[in-house]
Structure formats: structure tokens, C-alpha cells
């Protein structure tokens, strides 16, 4: 067996292991962060959800930090009192990025882990199968209930050499983008393998497993071994190692060869993970903005690699240089190891352990404005300015252009690769995570602040859709283009105020026009070409449209989380069964016939009322799927 069939297969409750069918596992452990977890959370009270039957949940703030008006503030005291309440552990605002400090505190090899973010899959690193979906998923896996996935296709990614001084973690990933993109990748799982393993430390493999969401693959795993072994004993957590290799037969679908000692330095350039450059390419080019952190690259060792190079440096007249350590461990080694004092003396600006510029919740670039960032997404507009450029790179070139205020080849500079070697003792420091309290559990009382709504509940499937195309989209529509985050985010925890925002950036007018649909009886359907719903894990992106009263969205194809997601808010994901359809449809175009009855026939015939052309969709959704969908959603379903 490989490694991914090791894990799925010991964590199996439903179905048979065969590839493509619908499997349903345990989940060991779940993570949530507070931008998705408020809605999770009052999800799981709806379910009327009692206890928690995982090993350990842990609730984080991370997402919505800053505080501006009095609604994330409520929101993490709801988070605190409900962790308290079910005995979740919680990880305060301030203590780091979700994905971070799973890794450091409490992710385990062998283990299942579901988080209600899409980069769950850092947690890969370590030898999990760490998989990102829906709050409302997470809410039952809590509650003991299964996951529900695809047995995937696993490919094996060989590794062999070594980096190179100056090539980084990150450019393996970016690599692995240009060979698979990011599309067309569902059902997938990466297992990381070879000979090359044994050069890459947790950390860094973590970083190729955060960004495998990019790709849109269902996670990617690395094996557990030696290294991890001495990762989780500096983590004083040497009991939670256990070893995990694939067998030396095991079967794989695909294998891709990687040479590490051949990986550049590479950025993904505007505005896609997938737009990948050479740092060559890009040499000279001015840079008004560097950002160094985020879930992938914040660990004790980019930070210490930043730290290092800005040493004895004043960065670069024209740039601005914003930093955030992942965590408050990585934040008081750095400060224990010189690297700290050395870019706050360089003129770093320094920031919160949190996601902060990631998502566009502040530090937002000037218009137009050049943004060198570590992180994962480059979409358009994420950064908070509509016009930016954002490019993606590893923390030692993002260094170097704040040094030199343009893209700077190392070789050209005089500066020599500092070498991290990984610490053979971490601090540990875990006094800003409450963990549950007995005489607390089933005693503390909710707090609810006034921005905190009850989730939405829909009606069931219509048995006839009297349907108007409200909107059509294009290729690659992002779930923030549907539900945009930055200075909205904070509405998460309101259904009908953050519904106003619903594709804010691609046609403002939508959210009226579809409410007015929905109160005079008509049905709303969104029209996408390819990979509708990549990104972000967020449910908003389909529990909002379902709010403002959307049946279906048909496109030439979806991504996983997505998907799953509309599935549980009672939206129908339909695929054009012949592509050209989708060039025939028209805003405002009037689509009918029978809906609900036609589900379990796998394949959907629907009307165009102006062309009188028949359109034929698949639907191609396992029992329960088609379940939940007819009865509007997986509230619906379960709360019968
Ligand atoms: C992101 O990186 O887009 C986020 C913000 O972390 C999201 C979760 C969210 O929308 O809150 C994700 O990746 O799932
Ligand atoms: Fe936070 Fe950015 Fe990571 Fe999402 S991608 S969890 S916003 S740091």
C-alpha cells in the first residue's frame, strides 16, 4: 500500500476503497480559525450537536485580528465560550496562524485531520492526511459523524538531490504548480517520496503541502520519518511520532520525477498560483512592497533565513517590508536568535502572527503597486487594491528585493546563504492555548454578540425550476471573487449583511437582482466555464447564494471544497455535458423544467425558454449527496 492508502483505509467507516467511489472516514482531529469557525460553530449548535467525539479540536484566531468596529472582537469571545462549553482547545488571537501551530503543538502522523480552511493540508508535513473543507463538514466531524470524500487517485511525487543554496521550499511547490497547474487536479492526492525526502525538514515540507490547495488537489503527504521523529521530539512531543512509509510495491497512478539539486528560484506572477516565472525572468524588476509570512512561509526557519540577510541592512528606500511570524514560538525563538532585532533595525515593519496581509485585511499595496509576498494566493484584488501586482516567492528572494528595492538574483549580491539548521529543542510556550476545563464543559454560557446570526435554512429542492441565468461568469472564478474576504470578512458571522457582497468585484448589481428574483418566486442560477470555486474552504461562497435564493450553478467544472459545499447548502452543481452549451447561454436567459425528480437519474435535461434548445447537465452525485441536495441542504437533512 502507499501511504494515503494506509491512513484512508485505517480511518474507513462507509463504503468500499475503490477508487472514484465515495468513502466516509473518521476524522481524529479537526481545526478551525475564526473567519469560518463562528458559522461552524453555530452550525454544530443547530445540529443540536451535544459533545465532541474527535481526540482534539482546536479552535484558532487568527483570520480576523483586526479589530476594527466591535464584530470580530465578539466574534472570538463567541469562539472562546463555545471551546469552553464543548471542551475545544483554543488558541487566542495573537498565538499564530492555524496551520503553524498545528504543525508545532499538535499534528500527528497517521492521523485524519479536517479543518475548516482550505490550507489544512500543511499539516501533510508531518504525515497526516490533512484535509480542508466546509465549516458545516467540520460541524459533523466533530459531532463523530463521517467525512465524506472520493477514494482519490494518488500520485507519487519522487524526490531526488538536494536544494541548492538559495532554492527553496517554496520553489519545489511553485514547480509542481507549473507541472499540474490548477485545475484539473480533483480527486487527487500528492504522497511525497524518494530519496530526496530525507533532505527537506518538516517545516519546509509543510510549505509543498500548504500549497497543494493551489492546485486544488484533496491534500498531499509526506511520510513520517527519522526527521519527523526529531521535529516532534524538539516539540518535546516525541510520543505523538509514529512511523509511516509507503510499502515498497505500492501502487500509484501517475509518478513525477523531481531533482531538487535542479529547482530555481521561481514566483508565481499575476494573478494566479499558476503563472509561474523564473526569479531570472524577473530580475531588475522594482518592487514597491514585500510581505514575509502567512501559513506557508512563517516557520522558525524562513524567519531566521529573512532575519539573517536583512542583518546589517537598511531596506530599500522605495519598499515597504510588513513581516508576521506564524507564531508566538517562532517569534520568541527569533528573538532569542538575534533575527528579530535584526529586521526590526533593517526597517521591517512588523506585524502580528496572524493572516493579516494574506487576506487583505490590511497592508494593503498602493494602486498598481509591484507586492513581493510568501504566501499562497495572488488573485486579483486579494491583496485589498483592486490594480495590484502580486507576486509570489520564497522568503530568501522576498528578502532580497527589500534589501535592493527591485527582484535581485542572489548571485549578483554579496551576501552568502545563511544556513538554518532545524533546532534540536523548540521553545515551548502554550499559555496562550485554553485547554477544555471539566467543570467548565457543558456549563458555560454562549456569548453572542449582536453581529451573530442563526445560520440560514433553506427550503427544499423545488420539485420544477423556473430559473433565470442571474449571472454568467468565466474560467477560474475564485471563491473570493464570490464571497470577497479583506474588510467584509468581519460580516461572516451575518449571512444577510455579507449576502450584499455576493460577486462584488464582478457585477455589483447581482445580490439585488437576485433577492428580487427570490421574492417573486423565481430561481436564480449561476453560470461558470472551468474550476468554478477554487481557493478559499469558505461555506459563505455557497451560503450566501443560497440565502439570496440560488438552485443551481452549472459549469464546465468545479473544485472540490466548492462543490461539497454547495452540495451542503441545497445548491445543485450541474456540468455542461457538452462544453459549446455554455456559449449559447445568456444572462437573463429563462431556464425550466423538472428539478428534484430528475437528481437521481444521474443526468438533468433542463429548457432555455428563448432558444427552446434542450441543455443536458450531468449530475453525477453519490445517493447521498442526492439526498442531502432534494432536501436543501445537510441542516435539512440531518435535523430532520
Ligand atoms: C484563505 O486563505 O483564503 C482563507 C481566508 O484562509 C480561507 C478561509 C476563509 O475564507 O476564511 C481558506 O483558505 O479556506
Ligand atoms: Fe491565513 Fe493566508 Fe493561510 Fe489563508 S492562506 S490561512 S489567510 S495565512
Not at 82 to 110: D, M, T, W
Not at 255 to 284: C, R, W
Amino acid at each position: 500500500m502507499n501511504i494515503v492508502e494506509k491512513v484512508l483505509k485505517n480511518h474507513l467507516k462507509k463504503g468500499e476503497y475503490v477508487k472514484g467511489k465515495e468513502i466516509g472516514i473518521r476524522i481524529d482531529q479537526t481545526l478551525t480559525q475564526d473567519a469560518t469557525g463562528t458559522m461552524a460553530y453555530l452550525q454544530f449548535e443547530a445540529l443540536g450537536l451535544k459533545e465532541i467525539k474527535t481526540d482534539l479540536s482546536v479552535s484558532y484566531v487568527d483570520h480576523n485580528t483586526v479589530q476594527v468596529g466591535f464584530e470580530n472582537n465578539d466574534d472570538h469571545l463567541y469562539l472562546k465560550t463555545i471551546a469552553e462549553r464543548y471542551g475545544i482547545f483554543y488558541s487566542r488571537a495573537g498565538n499564530g496562524i492555524c496551520h503553524q501551530v498545528h504543525l508545532e503543538r499538535f499534528g500527528k502522523p497517521g492521523a485524519t485531520l479536517l479543518g475548516s480552511d482550505s490550507h489544512t493540508p500543511t499539516g501533510g508535513g508531518i504525515g497526516q492526511i490533512a484535509i480542508g473543507a466546509g465549516g458545516l463538514d467540520v460541524a459533523v466531524s466533530m459531532g463523530g459523524g463521517n467525512f465524506y470524500l472520493t477514494a482519490p487517485k494518488v500520485y507519487k511525487i519522487n524526490l531526488t538531490g538536494a536544494l541548492k543554496p538559495w532554492s527553496s521550499a517554496k520553489d519545489v511547490v511553485l514547480e509542481m504548480l507549473k507541472l499540474l497547474g490548477t485545475k484539473g487536479n480533483v480527486g487527487v492526492i500528492l504522497e511525497y517520496g524518494g530519496e530526496g525526502v530525507k533532505s527537506l525538514s518538516v517545516p519546509q515540507r509543510a510549505v509543498i503541502a500548504n500549497m497543494g490547495a493551489e492546485m486544488g488537489v484533496t491534500t498531499s503527504i509526506f511520510p513520517s520519518d527519522e526527521i519527523t521523529k526529531q521535529f516532534l521530539t524538539a516539540q518535546k512531543r516525541a510520543r505523538d511520532w509514529t512511523e509511516l512509509t509507503a510499502d515498497k510495491d505500492a501502487h500509484y497512478d501517475r509518478i513525477i520525477d523531481i531533482d531538487l539539486s535542479k529547482i530555481e528560484p521561481l514566483a508565481a506572477t499575476p494573478h494566479s498560483p499558476g503563472n509561474i516565472k523564473t526569479v531570472k525572468e524577473l530580475e531588475g524588476m522594482a518592487v514597491d512592497q514585500v510581505c514575509i509570512g502567512s501559513c506557508t512561509n512563517s516557520s522558525y526557519r524562513d524567519m531566521m533565513i529573512v532575519g539573517n540577510i536583512l542583518k546589517g541592512k537598511t531596506i530599500a528606500e522605495n519598499v515597504s517590508l510588513g513581516i508576521a511570524p506564524g507564531s508566538r514560538q517562532v517569534i520568541e525563538m527569533i528573538d532569542r536568535d538575534g533575527a528579530l532585532g535584526s529586521m526590526i533595525a533593517a526597517g521591517a515593519r512588523f506585524m502580528e502572527s496572524a493572516c493579516g496581509f494574506c487576506i487583505g485585511n490590511h497592508f494593503s499595496p498602493k494602486s498598481g503597486g509591484v507586492s513581493l509576498r510568501t504566501s499562497n494566493r495572488n488573485f486579483e484584488g486579494r491583496s485589498g487594491t483592486k490594480d495590484a501586482q502580486v507576486y509570489l516567492v520564497s522568503p530568501e528572494i522576498a528578502a532580497l528585493a527589500a534589501v535592493y528595492g527591485k527582484i535581485t538574483l542572489p548571485e549578483k549580491t554579496n551576501i552568502s546563504y545563511p544556513h538554518i539548521s532545524e533546532p534540536e529543542e523548540f521553545l515551548i510556550d502554550d499559555n496562550m492555548i485554553i485547554k477544555p476545563d471539566v467543570k467548565k464543559i457543558g456549563n458555560t454560557e454562549i456569548s453572542r454578540g449582536p453581529n451573530i446570526g442563526k445560520p440560514p435554512v433553506n427550503e427544499a429542492m423545488p420539485a420544477r425550476l423556473n430559473g433565470e441565468l442571474t449571472i454568467k461568469v468565466g474560467d477560474k472564478i475564485t471563491t473570493d471573487h464570490i464571497m470577497p474576504a479583506g474588510s467584509r470578512l468581519k460580516y461572516r458571522s451575518n449571512v444577510p449583511k455579507y449576502a450584499e457582497f455576493v460577486f462584488e468585484n464582478l457585477d455589483n448589481t447581482f445580490p439585488a437582482r437576485a433577492l428580487k428574483n427570490k421574492n417573486d418566486g423565481v430561481h436564480n442560477i449561476i453560470v461558470a466555464g472551468e474550476s468554478y470555486g477554487q481557493g478559499s474552504s469558505r461555506e459563505h461562497a455557497a451560503m450566501c447564494p443560497m440565502y439570496l435564493g440560488v438552485k443551481a450553478v452549472i459549469a464546465k467544472s468545479f473544485e472540490r471544497i466548492h462543490a461539497a459545499n454547495l452540495i451542503n447548502f441545497g445548491i445543485l452543481p450541474l456540468v455542461f455535458e457538452n462544453a459549446a452549451d455554455c456559449d449559447a447561454l445568456e444572462q437573463g436567459d429563462k431556464i425550466t423544467g423538472d428539478f428534484a425528480s430528475q437528481v437521481p437519474l444521474g443526468k438533468i435535461v433542463l429548457t432555455n425558454e428563448r432558444t427552446d434548445k434542450k441543455i443536458s447537465l450531468l449530475c453525477e452525485l453519490s445517493k447521498r449527496q442526492q439526498e442531502i441536495v432534494v432536501a436543501g441542504g445537510l441542516l435539512n437533512y440531518t435535523v430532520k
